[in-house]
């Protein structure tokens, strides 16, 4: 009973301050409007600690190897440097982790903000 109290009052510490990270590791899918047109996206997430790394195929822009990824509690952000249309593009992504999704916020270069949700792949 002691060592399972020790786990509950670790797990809470946790949560409150902000040490577990979200399951955000595995593969997403999202499919959303822009002004370029419609954009399907598949993004691959490895979660190691805080640390966020992956990548992102997409219809439009060319398969990206994200960078700066961070996870933090269940809030993620990550950029993605693609290239449209021979055009090299970054944008900066914060989302957050509800149950089997993750809601996103995508900006390019003040563009305004894409929101969108991307689903966990069964």
């Not at 805080?50 to 990548?55: M, P, V």
């Not at 994200?66 to 090299?88: C, Q, W």
Request: proline share 2%; glycine share 12%; aromatic share 12%.
């Amino acid at each position: 009973m002691a060592t399972l109290m020790r786990t509950l009052v670790l797990a809470t510490f946790c949560l409150v301050y902000g040490l577990a990270h979200a399951d955000a590791g595995g593969t997403w899918t999202a499919s959303f409007d822009t002004q370029v047109g419609n954009q399907t996206y598949t993004y691959t997430f490895k979660v190691d600690g805080a640390t966020l790394t992956g990548t992102a195929k997409g219809n439009l822009i060319t398969d990206s190897v994200l960078s700066d990824g961070k996870v933090d509690g269940t809030k993620i952000t990550f950029v993605e440097k693609g290239n449209y249309m021979g055009m090299p593009l970054t944008f900066n992504y914060s989302g957050e982790l509800v149950g089997e999704e993750i809601r996103f916020k995508r900006e390019l270069m003040g563009f305004p903000a894409e929101e969108f949700v991307a689903k966990r792949s069964q």
